[in-house]
């Protein structure tokens, strides 16, 4: 069982939907929460990866009873009388005379030790349901309704419910990305934000009267307007001890915003005055529309947000619904099962920008909860393109969502360069001792030396970055998983110009390809380095790598034996 999973995340679109194929669930009004558990043994985390054990301990306690030996996704809500799930009283929840804590349960990520999220959602959620209580307080399945989306997002509107979320019910579970198999329609405008101030107006005995809130872009903060409603003095008392200890001198914004600028409903507003935090508080909001310079109009404090980063909140954007529907991978039709894992799910979206400013040689980011320092960031990677180490993990952050769904899981060989791509490199694949304690290892028994050594495996974005923080500018992942160990998920056919013309790799790949069609075998053509390629052969963790192997050898083979003027099977190039 893994120590953290970045959750699956939806993409924001304009309309609701009919479609075969997909499923449709309330979007709840709460906390994400990912629980793992391990019998009596439960760690209860948020999206961001902060424990919610202490604060919301009658969910904890009641994982503890469930006997089982899972790993659960879902929301952590408070619900009123009517069951309707109110985030401001979740907000204000100490203990449960506050309200009635449930966490509903959308999702199961592992189960007796086996990762299910490369199984279909609805085969996983039918597992779900069978391991769930029927009948609990607290812990509840969060059902889907037999119903069209638009029919659906009528019945939110008229429960005043925050909206709806579409699943593909064939989609597997793809860690820490926005994801187009899961799209998210809500029935109002709601927008998380940073605090980067607020306001006292003259004359008034308010404790603040409003908050001055922004948004990331481009790695900077962007004013995105006043919120002066929405919150109670008690609130107010409670927030201000978070404030005072986050006081800064100059404004956080990019550019620093007119607080008393008079507008067509306050001609002459009253003088306030700003005080400016640093940018580290998040809350959401509610508002009417948007304006074209991006401030919003009649905002409303809903609640603050401690499970979000300031670096992940940027201004969320509506797709257009066709137009996301439309870009999904046509090999999606088919079940996740029979599609060969990860590797072939549709491209992800992200907004991401950059990890690392431009200036500072030394920087502390916290990923996944864990804090990774990243140092002689200006070193020179690629000479010849003035590339740096800089360059390199920005752009590792601004691809985890594509690479992450075939590192995940897999225990890795390190192909080092510290001193960039001209220096001397080596490999390493023993971590034992090396890593930090929350990077996750596979063990294994080195036959070479007689010594037990362990691989690194990368199961989220944090154990990535501290890859490539290691000058590793090759990652080479196992194609088996730590779950499978000896059967891996594809066979790889490495056809290896050596001196041969590129020409002449893909007059290979041609026949390779027609030989697998006469088998009825599927398999996809990837780039090697500069002039070679793969060919993958999904084979599903069915068979172990003798048979891989086996197979490979056959038909590489019937290739040779239709190639043999410019091909070899020998793998030392001397006896090509």
Known sequence: MPASISPMLATLVDKPFDREGWIYEVKWDGYRAIAFVDGKNVELRSRNDKSFNDKFYPVFESLTRLGVKAVF?????????????????????????????????????????????????????????????????????????????????????????????????????VTGARSPDWLKIKTSKRQEVI???????????????????????????????????????????????????????????????????????????????????????????????????????????????????????????????????????????????????????????????????????????????????????????????????RDMLNYYYQVAPYILPYLKDRPQSLNRHPNGITGKSFYQKDVRGKAPEWIETFPYHSEADNRDKEFLVCSNEASLLYMASLGTIEMNPWSSRISKPENPDWCIIDLDPDKNKFDQVVEAAINTREVLEALKVPSYCKTSGSTGLHIYIPLGAKYDYEHSKEFARVIVTLVHQRLPKFTSIERPTAKR
């Open 73 to 173: 996704d879902g929301e952590i809500v408070v619900v009123d009388e009517k069951g309707h799930a109110n985030f401001g009283s979740l907000q204000n929840w100490r203990s449960e005379a506050d309200g009635d804590l449930r966490f509903y349960v959308f999702d199961l990520l592992w189960l007796n030790g086996r990762s299910l999220m490369d199984e279909p959602l609805s085969e996983r959620r039918k597992s779900l349901v069978n391991l769930l209580p029927k009948k609990h307080d607290t812990i509840m399945f969060s059902d889907d309704f037999k119903a069209t989306g638009t029919e659906f997002f009528e019945m939110a509107k008229e429960m005043n419910l925050e909206g709806i979320i579409a699943k593909k019910a064939d989609s597997g579970y």
């Open 195 to 389: 605090i980067g101030g607020y306001t006292s107006n003259d004359g008034s005995n308010k404790i603040f009267s409003s908050l001055l809130v922004g948004v990331m872009e481009n790695g900077k903060l962007q004013y995105t307007g006043k919120i002066g409603t929405g919150f109670s003095q008690k609130m107010q008392k409670e927030m201000m001890k978070q404030f005072k200890p986050l006081e800064r001198k100059n404004a956080p914004f990019a550019s620093v915003p007119d607080i008393n600028k008079p507008s067509r409903f306050r001609p002459d507003p009253p003088k306030a005055k700003a005080t400016w935090l640093k940018p580290e508080l998040i809350c959401e909001v509610s508002f009417r529309e948007m304006t074209a310079d991006g401030v919003m109009r009649h905002p409303s404090f809903e609640g603050m947000r401690e499970d979000k980063e300031p670096g992940d909140v940027v201004a969320e954007k509506t797709k257009n619904t066709k137009a996301v529907l439309k870009k999904s991978d046509p090999l999606t039709k088919k079940s996740a099962k029979a599609r060969p894992d990860s590797l072939f799910q549709s491209s992800l979206k992200t907004d991401r920008r950059t990890l690392l400013n431009p200036s500072e040689e030394q920087q502390v980011r916290k990923i996944n909860g864990h804090e990774l320092t990243f140092t002689n960031l200006s070193k020179q990677y690629w000479p010849k393109e003035g590339y740096t180490k």
